[in-house]
């Protein structure tokens, strides 16, 4: 019989870097001098964000985040192994990588029997051939098997349900998975005991007014004036993406699989918060979100907003709002919900784990 198992995580990359170069978000800005009289110094920052930079720029405080995110993984990957899945569906954003100024799908589901990552070679203000916390080679490729067939199936069961995903055969402007899929790839399988299961990347343009502007809203002294002129076109709403996900769980309940579904973003993003000078995130909305998910009160993330998202930089919440629909379509309560906070470190950052019944 069909189950579905609900998980949620990060994927922010500075988990894979040392702890000198997390904050480096922060650092960047503090160089760049595009902070404002009020912020330019870590001695103005709210009392928080000031304990976490402690004496070493933040050193020792990415350790503790980096451990208490990678325990929570631990639970992730447990719950994942017990259930032993036929393929895990992921939802993450595509930052400007995959799709660009010749076309950008509200989501789009990439069919493919393997995928190819190169989780050291990208652009994100991070990485690049600086080591790395598994001392992985920088031109590591890692190769992850497709579901091909399960995907066709649930673009075809879509249709029928008159929803209309776009798909992709191959990976446009580039040959590797994004950053989202990538990175979750190597943090639900960070203590290195394999990944034996096919995935299904399904891509939500979730940068949506900051995708074209902001180069998918990296923020330095150049696109931080770029962020706040010219919108784009916003990402699908939180209603469409979670009817998405109550569609996806009726479709998938009825099929012959075991299915995770995986909801792979940080909440409030930093670099994303303009009433915070894309410095640090809102924490206060973020802890409102995570309370609602945590008691499983999925259909106030329904009725948000785009503006109220982009107004607390959770752009990327919308990567939650299918698999929170689809738990919501077949009465999932979360069995392990916790936020993990960080003012310095861009992005609070939440993992959970929501069971079958
Ligand atoms: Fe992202």
């Given at each position: 019989m069909a189950e579905i198992l609900g998980l949620g995580l990060s994927h922010f990359g500075g988990f894979m870097f040392s702890d000198e170069e997390m904050s480096g978000r922060a650092k960047a800005r503090l160089e760049d001098g595009s902070l404002p009289p009020s912020l330019d110094h870590p001695s103005k920052w709210p009392e928080g964000m000031r304990e976490e930079w402690g004496n070493d720029e933040g050193a020792s405080f990415a350790s503790r985040h980096r451990e208490q995110y990678f325990n929570g993984l631990d639970r992730v990957r447990k719950a994942l192994d017990d259930f032993r899945p036929d393929a895990v569906i992921v939802f993450g954003d595509d930052q400007y990588e995959c799709f660009r100024e010749d076309l950008v799908p509200p989501y789009c589901v990439f069919v493919a029997d393997e995928f190819l990552s190169k989780p050291?070679?990208?652009?994100?203000?991070?990485?690049?051939?600086?080591?790395?916390?598994?001392?992985?080679?920088?031109?590591?490729?890692?190769?992850?098997?497709?579901?091909?067939?399960?995907?066709?199936?649930?673009?075809?069961?879509?249709?029928?349900?008159?929803?209309?995903?776009?798909?992709?055969?191959?990976?446009?402007?580039?040959?590797?998975?994004?950053?989202?899929?990538?990175?979750?790839?190597?943090?639900?399988?960070?203590?290195?005991?394999?990944?034996?299961?096919?995935?299904?990347?399904?891509a939500i343009n979730a940068y949506g007014s900051a995708l074209i502007r902001a180069k998918?809203?990296?923020?330095?002294?150049?696109?931080?004036?770029?962020?706040?002129?010219n919108p784009d076109p916003p990402a699908p709403s939180p209603r469409r993406c979670f009817d998405l996900g109550r569609t996806i769980g009726k479709i998938l309940s009825e099929s012959p699989w075991r299915l995770a579904l995986v909801a792979t973003a940080s909440f409030s993003h930093g670099f994303l918060t303009e009433k915070n000078f894309f410095l640090y995130p809102d924490m206060d909305s973020d802890r409102l979100r995570h309370g609602e998910l945590a008691a499983g009160d999925y259909e106030k993330w329904r009725g948000l907003s785009i503006p109220t998202l982009e107004d607390a930089g959770q752009h990327e919440l919308v990567n939650w709002l299918p698999m929170i629909g689809a738990m919501h379509e077949l009465g999932q309560k979360p069995e392990y919900c916790e936020l993990m906070e960080s003012y310095l470190?861009?992005?609070?950052?939440?993992?959970?784990?929501i069971p079958p019944r």
């Open positions: 050291y070679l990208r652009a994100r203000g991070l990485g690049g051939d600086t080591p790395n916390v598994w001392n992985d080679p920088f031109d590591m490729i890692l190769k992850t098997p497709g579901a091909g067939d399960i995907a066709r199936f649930l673009l075809n069961a879509l249709l029928e349900n008159d929803f209309e995903p776009s798909y992709s055969y191959k990976l446009p402007h580039q040959d590797y998975l994004g950053h989202a899929f990538t990175n979750t790839l190597m943090f639900l399988d960070h203590r290195r005991s394999g990944w034996p299961y096919p995935v299904i990347p399904f998918g809203g990296l923020v330095n002294k150049a696109t931080q004036g770029a962020m706040q002129r470190m861009n992005s609070n950052k939440c993992v959970a784990v």
